[in-house]
């Protein structure tokens, strides 16, 4: 997430104010580069061995530390948004593990986010008008979005096959194509219509927890809400999934609409925070990341400020949370080999790696294998794949390659858009390794049979 530096902080160190100049060159911006995080950076280069678009490339610029001086030239109003600035700011996954090894502590997410706020709103970004269109007017309704997966849906159902086999998408551009290809399978049931708004355990209740339903998983991964709910109750929590939620904002955030992104930050506090919860608990990581951000985001909203901060205190991813609570044991067996793929956004942007091993491990009969760079991201990184393909189908091999290696049968991805994304690779290679979420291998080992089988 990018902040803005309410104040002039390193103006003995820099003779450059960054917001001054910031507010002159790009008019509009909600966000501006936090002067602080930019000076911060030591230029020790102990990101590059970790930041997949240098081990792309080996190009410096295409490295954190070469875009953070490129982020502090635009900063101090010496470089204009060029269109090699965009195209570096657009490389960058925002995946987040240069921060996880960084010794300065540099959030690198705050700078590439906070730049990206900058060329969308000085209108330079070749792709604004569509991500404008879907960030404002398709992701913040649930109802529309609902529409577009049903009608999504009816084509995946009746016509995708015909028109795969007769070759329709050789007429059309390359992109069309791809996008079918790269769709994940809209549910038949979204998960708003199998779960209810408030879920009760068959015994004592001991936790009254929050559910986030998701834009994207509502429709698409409704399934594991499902598992991930049945998880709940069986670890004895009420689950309340408010009627008045909507998508948290995250992805409109990555690709710099924080107008969009507190928007619907200010919606999900009004939603959550009418219900007396012990924790707001979340399967996406993504979204968890995110939510545990509200309350840096809204830091200068007189009126949300408070409530943000409150609110993110109470935001738990599901292993995190399931871990804190000494889960219930599972007992009956689950005989696979399976490996675990680490989410950047779990593993870098929360730090939580341990918790969803502690989790798989716990799972009687289950061969789990270390997987080489679990922690390096497989090219989804948001609607990446789609706005990047090539640059994002190269880091999906590395992936598969991986993955292959292992020998197992299943790989685990606790994040939906990675689940997608490794679930394509897979298919397009004809390698018959399935992609499970943990929530439904646990459900699994309760005695309880996953909702992919169920509904
Ligand atoms: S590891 Fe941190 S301090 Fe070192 S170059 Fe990278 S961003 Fe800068
Ligand atoms: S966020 Fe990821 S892709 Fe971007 S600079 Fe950092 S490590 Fe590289």
Request: charged fraction near 15%.
């Given at each position: 997430m990018g902040l803005l530096s309410n104040k002039n902080t390193g103006s003995e160190t820099n003779p450059i104010n960054y917001q001054k100049a910031a507010l002159v060159n790009f008019p509009g911006s909600i966000e501006i580069p936090n002067e602080e995080t930019i000076i911060n950076c030591i230029h020790c280069g102990m990101c590059l061995s970790v930041c997949p678009t240098y081990q792309l490339t080996g190009m410096e610029k295409s490295s954190p530390r070469g875009r953070i001086r490129l982020i502090k030239i635009v900063a101090e109003g010496n470089l204009d948004l060029t269109p090699n600035f965009i195209d570096e700011m657009d490389f960058c996954l925002d995946c987040q593990a240069c921060q996880t090894v960084c010794p300065a502590g540099v959030k690198f997410g705050q700078l590439v986010e906070a730049s990206r706020d900058q060329i969308a709103n000085v209108g330079k970004d070749p792709q604004h008008f569509r991500k404008r269109f879907f960030f404002r007017f398709i992701f913040p309704s649930h109802a529309r979005l609902k529409i577009i997966a049903a009608m999504l849906r009816l084509y995946q159902k009746f016509l995708q096959k015909i028109l795969r086999k007769i070759g329709f998408?050789?007429?059309?551009?390359?992109k069309l194509g791809r996008m079918d290809q790269l769709a994940p399978k809209i549910s038949d049931k979204f998960s708003d219509k199998i779960l209810k708004e408030d879920m009760r355990p068959k015994g004592e209740i001991k936790y009254r927890v929050g559910f986030l339903k998701g834009c994207l998983m509502n429709v698409m991964f409704a399934d594991i809400n499902k598992d991930t709910v049945d998880v709940l109750l069986e670890n004895d929590c009420e689950v309340i999934m408010p009627k008045n939620q909507v998508c948290c904002g995250s992805l409109a955030a990555h690709n710099g609409d924080f107008k969009s992104a507190k928007s619907l930050a200010k919606k999900n506090i009004i939603a959550f925070l009418a219900h007396d919860l012990d924790a707001i608990v979340i399967n996406s990581a993504g979204c968890s990341a995110f939510m545990k951000e509200y309350g840096e985001l809204l830091q200068d909203d007189p009126e949300y400020s408070d409530k943000a901060k409150e609110l993110s205190a109470k935001v738990k991813d599901v292993h995190e949370f399931l871990v804190e609570i000494d889960f219930k044991q599972p007992k009956f067996p689950v005989q696979k080999k399976i490996t675990y793929h680490d989410a950047c956004h779990l593993a870098h942007s929360q730090q939580i790696t341990d918790e969803p091993r502690r989790i798989l491990q716990a799972i009687p009969g289950l061969e789990i294998v270390e997987l080489n760079e679990s922690t390096m991201c497989c090219g989804s990184a948001g609607i990446y794949n789609m706005v990047r393909y090539d640059d994002s189908m190269k880091l999906l091999k590395r992936k598969v390659d991986n993955i292959v290696d292992t020998q197992a049968e299943v790989v685990i991805a606790a994040n939906p858009g990675c689940a997608g994304q490794i679930e394509y690779g897979l298919r397009n290679r004809e390698i018959d390794i399935k992609v499970m979420n943990p929530m439904t291998l646990l459900k699994m080992s309760y005695g309880l049979p996953p909702a992919g089988e169920t509904e």
């Open positions: 998408f050789h007429l059309l551009p390359k």
